[in-house]
């Protein structure tokens, strides 16, 4: 049990250093910028600039992080913060890996499987970007040609076609009213899109958890 | 120094950002390596774990190089590089800089040429702008996880219903997106069921795989069943946007 506990006591600890250590890099960049570039920014601009951008991004940034905390586990989440792509690459892959090795997810095993995917994805993830940056002249033509564009334009269809069959399988009961009224939405309501998906899920999710709890609660989940 | 937005001493801000996360996932990966030892957990399982892990998240990843090379035609390279591996997405990142040029009188993919003013006005945008999660994390992630605990104590079939809710959230939020665009076609434009069809073609790979699992026994295509739909969709997705798009 001590064990247990220094275990997480790190995953906390380093966690929550690694994530003020960057939070004070990335925020120090642009300062750093302007100091090599003499120069300041537009001070209107940045302004607006924040007006419009930041208010949305902080609320939604909080709600990810209740949101996606607890799918991700302690370990994976401090990690898949801090290197983002979180919908579209760190938690199917974490899904995935628990999902493969039999493990669930309230577990400690689960936990410690989400955190390794999480890991190994971030590291691969970074080593691709970089080959990507020193390719980039010869792979510009190929990745942008029109015969490859639309591959990656699908990315997410394609992602989730793959993961929503398994876990709507295991999850019949509880997917359907979600489901129905997911779709429903997306097609009938024009500001859903591309770009406010990520601001429906945690819609979806407390909408899931509440049927869930009432489902739950009625006996129907035995 | 003279401001380009290739210049050579932003390539060298992004790299030292990488290596510092380099640090923290490699660290990260050898302390849940251990922990998974103690556990017993069998060590067939743990390099499964990493080998699927590391295949799934190559097609991804060549997205998110796709997303540099778009942003940097007007950003230039190391920006990109450095908002997509750190925190960002290519959806949170192009809307941050569209504001911040709009903001300036300017348009993003309109390739004006950036000052250096203008640049780090940009790069402010958006660092500000996407900190508020890891921010939070260092002051609530571990009282976070303590709630987490208490209610699996309280409740362990309770605990198990909630996290599979809270992954057929996520997954639903993104199933009902696959369908947004579907009624284009009442004016005449296809394009919207491009992703209705590479959806229902990802999910019939994933279920073939799993049929020819269970009749072969090929433990490997189980393993990579996920990346084999994911590239099998996308591939499919060039027809159909030569056929509907």
């Known amino acids: 049990m001590k064990k247990e506990r220094s275990y997480m006591d790190s995953v906390h600890f380093n966690g929550r250093v690694w994530c003020a250590i960057m939070a004070v890099i990335l925020i120090g960049i642009p300062f750093l910028e302007c100091a090599i570039f003499r120069t300041t920014p537009d001070m209107r601009a940045l302004l607006l600039g924040l007006i419009a951008t930041a208010p949305m991004y902080w609320i939604v940034g909080v709600i990810e992080v209740f949101t996606y905390f607890p799918m991700l586990g302690p370990g994976g989440a401090y990690l898949s913060f801090i290197t983002g792509n979180i919908s579209n690459l760190k938690l199917p892959c974490a899904l995935n890996a628990m999902e493969q090795a039999g493990v669930k997810a309230n577990s400690e095993e689960g936990e410690v499987i989400s955190t390794m995917a999480i890991a190994v994805s971030s590291i691969v993830t970074t080593v691709i970007i970089i080959l990507g940056v020193i390719l980039i002249v010869p792979l510009t033509p190929v990745l942008e040609s029109p015969v490859l564009a639309p591959a990656f334009a699908q990315l997410v269809p394609a992602l989730f076609g793959g993961l929503a069959i398994v876990f709507i399988a295991k999850n019949v009961k509880i997917t359907i009213f979600p489901l129905i009224l997911m779709i429903l939405l997306f097609i009938f309501v024009p500001a859903l899109n591309s770009g406010t998906v990520g601001i429906m899920v945690p819609v979806c999710v407390i909408i899931t958890l509440i049927e869930a709890r009432i489902m739950y609660k009625k006996g129907i989940l035995g | ?245």
């Open chain 2, 1 to 245: 120094m003279a401001f380009s937005i290739n210049s050579p001493v932003l390539y060298v801000i992004t790299i030292c950002v990488l290596v510092l996360v380099l640090t923290q996932a490699v660290t990260t990966l050898r302390r849940s390596l251990r922990r998974a030892d103690e556990l017993g957990i069998d060590k067939a399982k743990v390099k499964k774990v990493l080998r699927t892990a590391a295949v799934f998240t190559i097609a991804p990843a060549v997205a998110i190089v796709v997303g540099v090379i778009t942003l940097s035609k007007d950003l230039g390279i190391p920006l990109p590089w450095l908002r997509l591996s750190v925190l960002g997405s290519l959806s949170y990142e192009t809307v941050a800089a569209a504001n911040a040029e709009s903001a300036m009188g300017l348009r993003l993919g309109g390739g004006a040429a950036l000052t250096a003013s203008q640049y780090v006005t940009i790069v402010f945008v958006m660092s500000v702008s996407i900190m508020s999660g890891i921010i939070l994390l260092v002051f609530i992630g571990k009282r976070l996880h303590k709630g987490m605990v208490k209610r699996e104590m309280k409740d362990k079939k309770w605990a198990e219903i909630f996290s599979n809710a809270l992954f057929i959230g996520m997954i639903t939020a993104f199933v009902g997106f696959v369908f947004s665009d579907v009624l284009l076609v009442r004016e005449g434009n296809t394009s919207g069921l491009i992703p209705v069809f590479v959806f229902f073609i990802s999910m019939v790979i994933m279920i073939v795989c799993g049929a020819i699992k269970k009749k072969t026994n090929w433990g490997w295509i189980n393993d990579y069943a996920l990346p084999i739909s994911l590239i099998g969709g996308m591939a499919c997705a060039i027809p159909l946007t030569a056929w509907l798009g």
